[in-house]
RNA sequence: GCGCCCGUAGCGCAGCUGGAUAGCGCGUGUGACUCCGACUCACAAGGUCGCAGGUUCAAAUCCUGUCGGGCGUACCA
């Protein structure tokens, strides 16, 4: 709504210069690319330009000078502008009667459950590629975060237009399947031969879970692989464990309202040829090289520091030369014009020698984005938690889920950047206290939620925006909470754009806080039925907006608390 | 050494395609329900935007340097 004021008044004010062009008040080549903002003191009106600064270099006059020349030749006599001024350096302000702001009401009761929602991707095919954890074991904290955050960055895509695909890359092949695989073996000979039958390996996956996976697999079949070659032996063991690891890891994330679309398997691109294909294609492009008996990609030709291996001197690919074919796989064989993966920090070195291999590919690597996250520090007691798959003792998603709701988790995990610092207190979380933010905002719906009953109850519903006169919400509270409302929109585009959900946390916070101040400065419930009516309209629209917001972030709206 | 990220109020963070008096939450202090849910609201105190230069009519925002913290810099994934 208040976009399409800003494109109104845009017009009007090209059109001013246009004139004052041609009367020869004004000389200038181009337009600048100057912005309408809502400034942030209301004492400035509802909107303000900044085009005469970005002029006055050109046209050689100052600023002030020619925000006066553009007012002159502003033609808005009859329209819903109130007032104009020049002010400070040199910014035309606008002020607007209250007939503009009160349409975002009848917008909010026309779209429903779909306000909010804009076309800027025009059903662009977009992935959004999040958590992929290694289905050796259970997911931690880092997991818990990327799921929120990959999640949260998807549904925002979702609203803005884009056709989300939401994807989990399963790890099925290379080292970490084979030290899984070491492991396993080793916990299933100690098992059924003592602990001192055979070493376990040192750098192997030393939880709990690796020996439960043992007992289980023994209670179905015994001993019956003890004799078996090696093999074959990790072979069903890896088989009977990833299934369950891997079902697991499913049913962990949908109880964190994750759904993926597609679970993709690395072994796939090992079995169909593609990873290998890839290493002939780079090599076709005459971009590898072979020293020392391995098969090097020429990064350095693509701005890196150094060559990277693609095929090591044993014959097996690298995890680098297979994600060049997992990402390969995404932007060309499917079709998808952008990649977005969030990845941990701790991987930023691989971000621009992927890059290097999709240019090497003819790729534009700007269809690659990788959003890099903070690893999550856990603190407990004030102390950080050490976290580590490998000593069996660290916190898990599912620990945390059982520890605090899925709504505080998701809410936390989406409210600072992804690439900011982050401790997860633990403490606090379990607490589910008042100083989790998201109570307060879930407070601002079920409080809504309260009043619509009340007043049902008396038989007053709430009517439609276009029946009512909304022009009586005048009040300071009233249409600062209109305000508030018609920014979700742009919010959703400046989440899109920036891929940063948070916004939209950020966002919620702010509307569920312009509904506290208006709850506390007027009355819905009045004698002045006008005015409840009108009230009722907005109470109504905020719940909605309330409720899009929290369904972007899947946080629950409840009706009670 | 080199590369990337972060340094904004006591604490945790926004703001960073340059714009008018730098915001929010927690915490602290003082107030507000015989009245729509006080899980709330109002007011107040609290800042050399790490530091130093530079560009600009205008710098928390852009550039350079510097200090402090995190993470990379594997024929690991």
Redesign the pocket.
């Known amino acids: 709504m208040y976009e399409l004021t800003k494109n109104t008044l845009k017009g009007w004010i090209n059109e001013a210069l246009a004139a004052a062009k041609e009367k020869g008040e004004l000389a200038f080549s181009s337009i600048p690319d100057y ?1 309408i ?1 809502e ?3 209301k ?3 509802d909107f ?1 330009a ?1 085009a ?3 002029m ?2 050109e046209a050689r006059m100052a ?1 002030r000078k020619i925000a006066e020349i553009i007012v002159s030749n502003l033609k808005t006599e009859g329209t819903f502008i109130r007032e104009i001024h020049v ?5 035309i ?1 606008f002020r607007l009667d209250g007939s503009q702001l009160v349409k975002v009401l009848e917008m909010i009761d026309e779209q429903k459950e779909n306000y909010g929602r804009i076309d800027m991707g025009k059903g662009e095919k977009v992935m959004v590629e999040f958590v992929s954890a ?1 289905p050796t074991g259970p997911m931690h904290m880092g997991n818990a975060r990327g799921g929120a955050l990959g999640d949260c960055l998807a549904s925002v895509l979702d609203w803005a237009g884009f056709d989300v695909c939401r994807e989990f890359y399963i ?1 099925d ?5 084979e030290k899984f695989a070491n492991s396993l073996e080793a916990r299933y000979i100690q098992e059924l031969k003592g602990e001192d039958a055979v070493e376990f390996p040192e750098d192997g996956y030393h939880g709990e879970d690796i020996r439960v996976h043992a007992k289980n697999f023994i209670g179905l079949y015994g001993d019956s692989y003890l004799d078996k070659p090696s093999e074959e032996r990790k072979k069903a063991l890896v088989d009977y464990a990833l299934k369950i690891n891997i079902d697991a890891l499913k049913t962990d994330l949908e109880k964190y309202r994750i759904y993926y679309d597609v679970w993709f398997h ?1 072994s796939t691109l090992h079995e169909n040829g593609k990873a290998r294909e890839v290493v002939d294609e780079l090599t076709a492009r005459g971009c590898t090289y072979e ?4 098969v090097w990609f020429k990064a350095t030709d693509f701005g890196e ?2 060559d ?2 693609l ?4 014959g ?5 030369a ?1 994600d060049v074919a997992y990402h390969r796989n995404k932007l060309i064989d499917r079709g998808f014009q952008t990649a977005i993966n969030i990845w ?9 020698r992927l890059k290097a291999a999709m240019a090497a590919l003819g790729i534009d690597p700007n269809r690659l984005e990788v959003i ?1 996250m ?2 999550v520090r856990l603190v407990q007691g004030g102390e950080v938690v050490r976290m580590s798959k490998r000593t069996g003792k660290s916190i898990t998603l599912n620990d945390l889920l059982e520890e605090t709701s899925i709504d505080a988790a998701r809410f936390f995990f989406n ?3 992804a ?5 997860f207190d633990l403490d606090l979380a379990v607490e589910q206290s ?2 989790n ?1 998201v ?2 905002v ?3 719906h ?2 809504i ?3 619509l ?3 049902a109850q008396e038989n007053i519903a709430v009517k439609a925006a276009k029946e009512v006169d909304l022009t009586l919400l005048k009040e300071e ?1 009233e249409v600062d909470l209109m305000k508030l409302l018609a920014r979700f929109p742009e919010e959703i585009r ?1 989440a899109a754009i ?1 891929r ?1 959900p ?2 939209i946390t ?1 966002y919620v ?2 509307l ?2 312009g509904f ?11 004698e002045d039925m006008a005015l409840m009516d009108a ?1 009722l309209v907005l109470v109504a629209a905020t719940k909605t907006v309330l409720k899009n917001a929290l369904s972007v972030l899947s946080i629950e709206a ?4």
């Open positions: 912005v903002e400034p942030r003191e004492e400035f009106g303000a900044n005469a600064m970005l006055a270099k600023p002010a400070g350096a040199g910014f302000n290694n790890n092949a290379g080292n970490q399947i690395e020293k020392d008996g391995a520091e150094k990277e291996v095929v090591r001197a044993n097996f690919l690298t995890y680098f297979v941990g920090a701790d991987h930023h070195g691989h971000v621009a890099l903070q690893l409210m600072r950047q690439n900011s610092h982050f401790d008042n100083d933010p109570f307060y879930q407070y601002a079920a409080r939620c309260s009043i009953r009340l007043l509270q400046s920036a940063e948070s916004r950020r916070m702010d569920a806080a506290h101040t208006f709850y506390g400065a007027c009355r819905v419930k009045t009230r409840p009706e009670h608390m």
